[in-house]
């Protein structure tokens, strides 16, 4: 069976795309201010707003009864006909990011018996971060009343010779346009291609061919005897991981025929190439709320040696700085939470009983190979791009 394939997908038939589309659920978790403006910008529109839970409302009164809320709004707008079905298809996505570069991608289904999170299987599909368990159950409880399922997840195949992206890409002027518009504040632009036919098959092919095991001993050398690692899982690793979850649970009720099609067993993503110019990798940094401050500038500069150091790879960085974190809290009270944008870490790190610690640059070239030799990265090890270059939810697929 194939790693990733085309599928039925559904996209809405609303004249507003912009309120439509609105960016993942895991982003802007400390600014409020931003998920109130997208509540303006979607106010009485059909909008994937109403589809999912922002992490920012996670603890708040809106998060109480959110899993059937967001269940009862699919329902409503599959009923109204909010949606046209595009059969049997890949999307292919060119977005013009903010600062104006193009990132290209492709819209597609995983087969998630072939993906791990747990660090346990040596799957052609893996995380390249690890899992924060306490963020699952959330998400799990939506998937399993929701006849939807919406991907902010980027799924990178270490594609150094363009082999897939760029068959759409020079098929495009003969493809079916089937969105093209401004994705609200501040998120850019985003077009998408309907891949179908002669172009469908053509792309399926070389997407099968990156998983050739000849071809994966020749990038990755002695690393290649722990398995293949075909494609990892960019953003969107907790998404993933509930869509696994619940998979897991719907598998054990079915009988061995029906488990080969189930929709559950798939998830839709969005496939990009790590070696994508305009694909930035960017660190996650670490900001302390509600803490003691009065002892952090000391602690911090007999510290921060321990992650700023060249000689140290990504992971070995992370691991120090959250283990810092984690000791500094212990003694002077307080919570962490895992910010995008320096800028901003530094901004929320500036108000009265908090503290940020920012990680340096990430160096994409050779994440593949680390994943394969060590296994997955420490939590919150880097981020793909800046806040506002994550994706927007905009196409659906039905899963039950």
């Given at each position: 069976?194939?790693?990733?394939t085309?599928?039925?997908?559904?996209?809405?038939?609303?004249?507003?795309?912009?309120?439509?589309?609105?960016?993942?659920?895991?982003?802007?978790?400390?600014?409020?201010?931003?998920?109130?403006?997208?509540?303006?910008?979607?106010?009485?529109?059909?909008?994937?707003?109403?589809?999912?839970?922002?992490?920012?409302?996670?603890?708040?009164?809106?998060?109480?009864?959110?899993?059937?809320?967001?269940?009862?709004?699919?329902?409503?707008?599959?009923?109204e006909?909010?949606?046209?079905?595009?059969?049997d298809?890949?999307?292919?996505?060119?977005?013009?990011?903010?600062?104006?570069?193009?990132?290209?991608?492709?819209?597609?289904?995983?087969?998630?018996?072939?993906?791990?999170?747990?660090?346990?299987?040596?799957?052609?599909?893996?995380?390249?971060?690890?899992?924060?368990?306490?963020?699952?159950?959330?998400?799990?409880?939506?998937?399993?009343?929701?006849?939807?399922?919406m991907?902010?997840?980027?799924?990178?195949m270490?594609d150094?010779?363009?082999?897939?992206?760029?068959?759409?890409?020079?098929?495009?002027?003969?493809?079916?346009?089937?969105?093209?518009?401004?994705?609200?504040?501040?998120?850019?632009?985003?077009?998408?291609?309907?891949?179908?036919?002669?172009?469908?098959?053509?792309?399926?092919?070389?997407?099968?061919?990156?998983?050739?095991?000849?071809?994966?001993?020749?990038?990755?050398?002695?690393?290649?005897?722990?398995?293949?690692?075909t494609?990892?899982?960019?953003?969107?690793?907790?998404?993933?991981?509930?869509?696994?979850?619940?998979?897991?649970?719907?598998?054990?009720?079915?009988?061995?025929?029906?488990?080969?099609?189930?929709?559950?067993?798939?998830?839709?993503?969005?496939?990009?190439?790590?070696?994508?110019?305009?694909?930035?990798?960017?660190?996650?940094?670490?900001?302390?709320?509600?803490?003691?401050?009065?002892?952090?500038?000391?602690?911090?500069?007999?510290?921060r040696?321990?992650?700023?150091?060249?000689?140290?790879?990504?992971?070995?960085?992370?691991?120090?700085?959250?283990?810092?974190?984690?000791?500094?809290?212990?003694?002077?009270?307080?919570?962490?939470?895992?910010?995008?944008?320096?800028?901003?870490?530094?901004?929320?790190?500036?108000?009265?009983?908090?503290?940020?610690?920012?990680?340096?640059?990430?160096?994409?070239n050779?994440?593949?190979?680390?994943?394969?030799?060590?296994?997955?990265?420490?939590?919150?090890?880097?981020?793909?791009?800046?806040?506002?270059?994550?994706?927007?939810?905009?196409?659906?697929?039905?899963?039950?």
């Amino acid at each position: 069976m194939h790693i990733i394939t085309s599928t039925d997908i559904l996209l809405p038939r609303a004249e507003d795309m912009s309120a439509w589309s609105v960016i993942a659920c895991d982003q802007f978790t400390a600014e409020p201010d931003y998920w109130a403006a997208a509540e303006m910008r979607a106010a009485e529109k059909p909008s994937t707003l109403s589809l999912m839970l922002p992490e920012a409302w996670l603890h708040t009164a809106r998060a109480e009864g959110a899993d059937r809320r967001i269940a009862d709004t699919m329902r409503r707008y599959l009923a109204e006909g909010v949606f046209q079905t595009i059969p049997d298809s890949f999307i292919y996505v060119e977005r013009i990011l903010p600062d104006g570069r193009v990132r290209r991608g492709l819209v597609a289904a995983l087969d998630l018996e072939q993906y791990d999170f747990t660090g346990t299987q040596h799957t052609s599909v893996r995380s390249t971060e690890g899992t924060v368990e306490e963020r699952l159950p959330p998400r799990v409880n939506i998937r399993r009343g929701a006849p939807l399922e919406m991907p902010h997840t980027l799924l990178l195949m270490d594609d150094r010779t363009d082999s897939v992206l760029s068959l759409a890409e020079k098929a495009k002027d003969t493809l079916e346009k089937v969105y093209d518009f401004d994705l609200m504040l501040g998120g850019g632009h985003i077009t998408g291609w309907r891949v179908s036919g002669e172009t469908k098959a053509a792309v399926q092919a070389a997407l099968d061919a990156l998983d050739n095991a000849a071809l994966q001993r020749k990038k990755y050398g002695d690393a290649a005897e722990n398995g293949r690692l075909t494609f990892a899982v960019g953003d969107g690793n907790h998404s993933l991981a509930a869509a696994k979850r619940f998979w897991e649970e719907k598998r054990e009720t079915l009988p061995p025929n029906e488990r080969q099609t189930d929709p559950a067993r798939f998830a839709l993503v969005e496939v990009e190439n790590i070696h994508e110019p305009s694909l930035d990798f960017e660190p996650i940094h670490r900001v302390l709320f509600d803490t003691d401050t009065s002892d952090f500038a000391r602690s911090l500069a007999a510290h921060r040696a321990e992650w700023e150091a060249k000689d140290k790879t990504l992971g070995e960085r992370v691991a120090a700085a959250e283990s810092f974190c984690r000791a500094y809290i212990a003694g002077h009270g307080g919570t962490i939470d895992y910010i995008h944008g320096g800028d901003t870490a530094r901004s929320l790190g500036e108000k009265p009983n908090c503290a940020a610690v920012l990680l340096p640059p990430v160096e994409k070239n050779g994440l593949f190979l680390s994943v394969l030799k060590n296994g997955a990265l420490p939590k919150k090890s880097f981020s793909m791009g800046n806040a506002r270059d994550k994706r927007y939810y905009l196409e659906c697929r039905k899963i039950l």
